[in-house]
């Protein structure tokens, strides 16, 4: 199915199983990829874009990406500016769960790190990224976090909520 602007939506069930590496060799300077499917079509995405530059590839996933097995979660303190409070995050809860227990109202559509509702500004702290949204560069610069399932790297966090 064509669309204007070049759009093209392929649909497997019609047209067989996509060959990436022909659609992508088109890819040129400026040109911006959106895909939303399944896990498997974002990641052969994923691997032939990794040459390009930085947010040339733009996913939206029907479920998070598989986590880190060998991520561990433990408690750590969350320092929340705009509330003037400080919560303690267990280790079976997120942050968002955390912060809706202190009573601070926070919006979130997903509750799985890919829609990027519940964006928060870090302060201060080390993050350990697990959603699907930010890019690398965005991950490095380690001003914002996906508060429903990312959490403090270390003992403390500040976040501006």
């Not at 669309?3 to 939506?9: A, K, M, Q, S, Y």
């Not at 809860?93 to 829609?115: F, H, N, P, Q």
């Not at 519940?118 to 699907?132: A, K, N, P, Y």
């Amino acid at each position: 199915m064509a669309l204007p602007g070049h759009v093209r939506l392929v649909a497997q069930d019609e047209e067989g199983i996509l060959d990436l590496a022909a659609i992508t060799a088109q890819v040129t300077g400026g040109a911006r990829v959106y895909a939303c499917g399944p896990e498997g079509l974002l990641r052969g995405l994923a691997d032939i874009s990794s040459g390009w530059p930085e947010g040339t590839l733009s996913v939206e996933r029907f479920s998070a990406a598989g986590s880190d097995a060998a991520a561990t979660d433990r408690p750590f303190i969350a320092h929340l500016r705009k509330s003037g409070l400080t919560i303690r995050v267990e280790a079976d809860e997120s942050i968002l769960d955390a912060i809706i227990r202190a009573g601070v109202k926070r919006e979130c559509a997903c509750l799985a790190g890919t829609c990027g509702s519940c964006e928060t500004r870090v302060l201060s702290g080390e993050i350990d990224h697990r959603d699907t949204v930010l890019t690398a560069d965005e991950r490095e610069a380690g001003e914002w976090m996906m508060v429903c399932v990312s959490r403090a790297a270390a003992e403390e966090i500040e976040l501006d909520c």
